[in-house]
């Protein structure tokens, strides 16, 4: 069956984008206001679980960013050639600056269109046809110039149904990842809630009272006054030794028999952050490392920064990170920990806490800070303001169960054996999901292949 390319302008009788100003019209009700984030790489469908809504400005400036149904949504600026076409019965909706309307003729199927536009022929042309040194985007010009293989009405219809038909099957697929995905999230969660609430092995009064591992045990209590022996007695700091807070535990969950409530402060002999002074970066040098590097359980290495021996000599007269330290993301992304493995040098920037735990509880009390209850904690100290911060003195004052040092060895240890299960099931997950974006854009790579297309 014969094709023919035609340019996209051809095959529309319409095309514009929003336009600004449009935040004096934002309203709790109102017609709904589609921004790029109601579109989607994925789909052509709108994602509408985040949408604005405004008052109907009433003037032409509406008539002409008005949407219709069947009209196609096109990103033209950042992340631009993301798709989007308007149902059938659509409520009444416009369109922000960051979005194109284009509205096909009666001549060419809608979704045929649409699908191709999402396809990665129309994408590579997209991003061909993109502009602009610091801000990229695309012109009115530049969605009418994209060049599209055509075929006759009836052979858009079947592309169209069997496009569908294998999305339909492949989404099925793709859901029940995205439901692994998040049962993984809730156990990982739900491991870290057990390990800090004496439930997820047997507590030292426990396995006292069986007897058969020992008739008497050191509880958290003795465990924390030598941790505060100990604290006092190699205080390094200046001026006459502080005793640390103390937590209030009027408001605090009961705590399995041999744990006590101890505060972040109590269990540390230093609570600080990274460097204040931006520190002078170079192409390589030693690695300084900031909030996006520190994830719950592990340092991330993929996007660092570098600083000169001169510059980690200079902020390692006040801090010196060394392996057992707890890292605590402190700014921007709040609350994520991990501990810091054997052989890494680093230094950091603010936004980063760093706290030296004492007895080498570090593994312990990384798992803690990452629990639901210390979450929660975390949160509400955290102060609002152009970014989320949680600064020093919230920070030591946080509340820990504080279970016996045996104990916590064995928690440790199962805690890490459940994370290295659950992390090997995600993983897996990932990869079928990529797979499954993949095999989605060979579905669209195959309905309008080059070798169908008879300029």
């Known amino acids: 069956m014969s094709w023919s390319i035609v340019k996209s302008g051809n095959l529309f009788s319409f095309v514009t984008s929003g336009s600004r100003g449009w935040a004096k019209f934002y309203s709790d009700k109102g017609p709904v206001f589609l921004r790029m984030g109601n579109l989607d790489h994925d789909s052509i469908s709108l994602d509408l679980r985040d949408i604005q809504r405004v008052r109907p400005p009433g003037d032409t400036e509406g008539t002409r960013t008005r949407v219709q149904p069947l009209d196609i949504l096109i990103s033209i600026t950042a992340d631009v050639g993301m798709i989007g076409i308007i149902p059938d019965n659509f409520e009444e909706a416009y369109i922000n600056q960051h979005v194109s309307l284009a509205r096909p003729r009666s001549t060419v199927h809608p979704q045929y269109l649409a699908w191709y536009l999402s396809s990665p022929a129309a994408q590579r042309q997209f991003r061909e046809l993109q502009r602009g040194a610091t801000k990229v985007g695309l012109g009115l010009d530049d969605i009418r110039a994209v060049d599209v293989p055509l075929p006759l009405i009836q052979e858009q219809r079947r592309i169209v149904a069997e496009i569908e038909k294998q999305f339909t099957r492949l989404d099925v697929g793709v859901a029940a990842l995205r439901r692994v995905q998040a049962n993984l999230k809730s156990y990982r969660a739900a491991v870290l809630k057990a390990a800090c609430e004496g439930s997820l092995v047997p507590t030292e009064a426990e ?59 109590q269990l540390t002999s230093v609570i600080t952050d990274g460097e204040h002074i931006t520190p002078k970066r170079t192409s390589s040098g030693i ?21 000169p021996q001169y510059e980690y000599d200079r902020i390692a007269k006040r801090l010196v990170i060394v392996p057992g330290d707890v890292l605590l993301s ?126």
């Open 207 to 265: 396995l006292g009272r069986t007897g058969i591992e020992h008739k008497t045990f050191e509880s958290g209590e003795t465990l924390l006054a030598k941790i505060l022996t100990e604290r006092r007695k190699n205080w390094k700091g200046r001026g006459k030794y502080k005793e640390p807070a103390t937590p209030d535990v009027s408001s605090l969950p009961r705590l399995p028999k041999g744990w006590t409530w101890a505060t972040a402060d």
């Open 330 to 455: 402190c700014s921007g992304s709040v609350g994520r920990s991990a501990v810091v493995p054997e052989g890494l040098q680093f230094t950091l920037v603010r936004s980063v806490a760093v706290l030296k735990p004492l007895f080498g509880m570090g593994k312990y009390l990384s798992i803690a800070l990452r629990s639901p209850f210390l979450k929660q904690q975390i949160t509400e100290k955290q102060t609002q303001t152009a970014q989320a911060n949680i600064f020093q003195g919230k920070i030591k004052v946080l509340c820990l169960p504080l279970p016996p040092l045996a104990e916590q060895r064995r928690l440790v240890a199962e805690v890490e054996r459940r994370l290295s299960v659950i992390m090997e099931l995600a993983t897996m997950v990932s990869d079928n999901l990529q797979r499954a974006a993949r095999l989605r854009q060979a579905i669209l790579q195959e309905a309008f292949t080059e070798e169908h297309v008879q300029s």
């Open 287 to 307: 690695l300084l490392l900031s909030a996006r590097n520190v994830l719950d359980g592990q340092i991330l290495l993929d996007d660092v920064d570098y600083v």
